[in-house]
């Protein structure tokens, strides 16, 4: 996997696959899985490889869309309530007769 351009990463990417057999995380530069002990091919851990950055991308976005929304909701629950503590001012203050001096 090549580095993209708008990619930050400072060393070579490592990437990781779930091994076909036992369905554990492993790295997919090795050649046996570490804790089946199966053998795995170049082609099967190339398969495993990209189904899980496809995976991990797609987690990836919907936490980003998560974290947007509920930021979106704060940011509207706090002008909300800037905006009733202001009225309450106001009202209070419309309602007074001019200070005389």
């Given amino acids: ?11 070579p990417v490592r ?7 036992c369905n554990e995380l492993i790295d997919a ?3 046996s899985c570490r804790y089946c002990g199966s053998p795995l091919t170049a082609q099967e851990l190339e398969r495993a490889a990209a189904l899980q950055t496809k995976l ?22 706090v002008v909300l309530i800037y905006s009733l503590w202001f009225l309450l001012r106001f009202f209070r203050g419309y309602g007074r007769a001019p200070r005389s001096r």
Avoid: H, Q, W, Y
Avoid at 1 to 11: E, F, Q, S, V
Avoid at 15 to 21: E, I
Avoid at 62 to 67: F, L
């Fill in 1 to 11: 996997m090549a580095n993209d351009k708008d990619d930050l990463t400072i060393g």
């Fill in 29 to 31: 530069a090795s050649t």
């Fill in 56 to 77: 991990t991308e797609a987690k990836s976005k919907a936490n980003n869309r998560a974290a947007m929304v509920a930021a979106i909701k704060s940011l509207v629950v």
């Fill in 15 to 21: 990437r990781f696959a779930r091994c076909p057999k």
